[in-house]
């Protein structure tokens, strides 16, 4: 019996060590991306479709576009605010009005746009509910 535990809490020694040595791949980005793709079922597929490719005319594309891989202000104020203007987005126009998601909480936004950032052919940096928090405080 007490050789069981005595292997057992070997075992444990072994990968609790063996973690701590493995290269941690920005865990938190990780962790950002799961918890998004979450707010991103719920709030954005119906829309720009679970493959990000949107609706011609109708909803852009979330894949490689400007907006999603650009600046991140402007991006989270997108999702802040809405959009509401004529797009232009690999050659086709858009104008439906894109609906305010002011009521997501900044870890929400942070989330869903860093899985967009990090989706879809997207490789663009994490977005932080900080950042979110600094957007949201000069929308009045
Ligand atoms: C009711 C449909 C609808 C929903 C829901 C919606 N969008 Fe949009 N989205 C649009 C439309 C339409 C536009 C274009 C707005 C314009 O032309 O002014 C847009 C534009 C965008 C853009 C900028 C243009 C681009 O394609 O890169 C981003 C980024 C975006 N949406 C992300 C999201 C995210 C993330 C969510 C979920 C939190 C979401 N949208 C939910 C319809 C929607």
Not at 13 to 19: F, K
Not at 47 to 62: E, F, I, K
Not at 93 to 110: F, R
Request: charge should be positive; charged fraction near 20%; hydrophobic fraction near 40%.
């Amino acid at each position: 019996m007490s050789k069981l535990f005595l292997t057992l809490g070997a075992l444990m020694l072994v990968i609790v060590a063996g973690s701590s040595f493995m290269p941690q791949q920005q865990p938190s980005l990780k962790a950002s991306i799961t918890r998004g793709k979450e707010v991103y079922t719920t709030y954005c597929l119906a829309c720009h479709q679970a493959d990000g490719t949107g609706v011609p005319n109708l909803n852009p594309p979330l894949a490689k576009t400007s907006w999603v891989n650009g600046d991140k202000k402007r991006l989270i104020n997108v999702l802040l605010k809405g959009l509401d203007e004529e797009i232009e987005i690999n050659g086709e126009v858009y104008s439906n009005p894109m609906p305010s998601h002011a009521h997501l909480k900044d870890q929400e936004v942070a989330d869903v746009l860093t899985y967009v950032r990090n989706s879809f052919g997207n490789k663009a940096s994490l977005i932080t509910p900080a950042e979110v928090a600094a957007v949201r405080k000069t929308i009045k």
